[in-house]
């Protein structure tokens, strides 16, 4: 049986990346059932889930920060590798290097409480 939140992500998921491949679709939606991100709305957390994702496994984020580069400066190199695989994947949007990287366009401000939001 499926759960409406459940729902909401397969929703959010077939809508942000339409060519995702099935194995990163199920790891996104793994990333999705986190604890941290279940106050989230299904859309919100389906891109941070997505972009995360896609920053470990497929691009050099990991060996950047090895390497002595600090977290932003590694998002930082990594943006268009990210936005290669969005494009692969016929995603809605992309990343954009003067945005935060983690937020979604109109979400709120670090810190900021998600209550009353939909």
Known sequence: MT??????????????????????????????ARRHMRALPADRAV???????????RTDYDNLLADGYD??????????????VLRQWQATRLLDPDDDIDEPPNAPARGASLKGRD
């Open 3 to 32: 759960t409406k939140r459940q729902a909401a992500v397969s929703r959010a998921l077939a809508s942000l990346a339409p060519m995702m491949p099935l194995e990163d679709a199920l790891a996104v939606k793994a990333l999705v």
């Open 71 to 84: 977290r932003d400066a590694a998002r930082f190199f990594v943006i268009e590798d990210i936005n290669d």
């Open 47 to 57: 891109w941070l889930a997505m972009v995360t994702h896609i920053r470990h496994t």
